[in-house]
T-cell receptor, first 114, second 112 residues
Framework: DVKVTQSSRYLVKRTGEKVFLECVQDMDHENMFWYRQDPGLGLRLIYF???????EKGDIPEGYSVSREKKERFSLILESASTNQTSMYLC?????????????FGSGTRLTVV | AQTVTQSQPEMSVQEAETVTLSCTYDTSESDYYLFWYKQPPSRQMILVIR??????QNATENRFSVNFQKAAKSFSLKISDSQLGDAAMYFC?????????FGKGTSLLVTP
């Protein structure tokens, strides 16, 4: 079974901490994505990457950065965590640009910033 | 900006009945794909069905089918013979730029 693995299911961090959310896929996909999911707002794109060391901002990149040093790993970084970044974070990967083949999702990380 | 709209925040259906979830989208493209994803309480997002816009025929996957109206930019999901395991959030999605753009979701409740 193909998989996207997010390292933590639940995470609690303090305001001002630097937070790393890790995502690893074993499908040799070129494209990887980070979304945040909030009730009533659906999924909003934070960043995506279509190749190693390549990254593009999504719709809500403020307060976040990403790293993709290897094809299989895409990390989301909260430079200085704030309470308004409390959310569900979903990682996804896709073999085709624009997600045309559909996404494979990780199981999500629920982050609480206190 | 291209948008995907799900006008029903919540829907309810009885077991064995049929329910239709609505989705409209806005695009100027002529060739594209549309998707429905399911997110059960376990949080794992699962692809339910995919429709290719250039195909006239509506996609079907077992009890799940779509009603794709290209001119109206409408892409509804029909679930037949609903089961308790169908209870979930359902998201409609459309490719925009390099990524999928998701609607806000419809929460489906299935009652015995």
């Amino acid at each position: 079974d193909v998989k996207v693995t997010q390292s933590s299911r639940y995470l609690v961090k303090r305001t001002g901490e630097k937070v790393f959310l890790e995502c690893v896929q074993d499908m040799d996909h070129e494209n990887m994505f980070w979304y945040r999911q909030d009730p009533g707002l659906g999924l909003r794109l934070i960043y995506f990457s279509y190749d190693v060391k390549m990254k593009e901002k999504g719709d809500i990149p403020e307060g976040y950065s990403v790293s993709r040093e290897k094809k299989e790993r895409f990390s989301l970084i909260l430079e200085s965590a704030s309470t308004n970044q409390t959310s569900m974070y979903l990682c996804a990967s896709s073999p085709q640009v624009r997600g045309l083949g559909g996404y494979t999702f990780g199981s999500g990380t629920r982050l609480t910033v206190v | 900006a291209q948008t995907v709209t799900q006008s029903q925040p919540e829907m309810s259906v009885q077991e064995a009945e049929t329910v239709t979830l609505s989705c409209t989208y806005d695009t100027s493209e002529s060739d594209y794909y549309l998707f429905w994803y399911k997110q059960p309480p376990s949080r794992q997002m699962i692809l339910v069905i995919r429709q290719e816009a250039y195909k006239q025929q509506n996609a079907t996957e077992n009890r799940f089918s779509v009603n794709f109206q290209k001119a109206a930019k409408s892409f509804s999901l029909k679930i037949s013979d609903s089961q308790l395991g169908d209870a979930a959030m359902y998201f409609c999605a459309y490719p925009s730029g390099y990524a999928l753009n998701f609607g806000k979701g419809t929460s489906l409740l299935v009652t015995p």
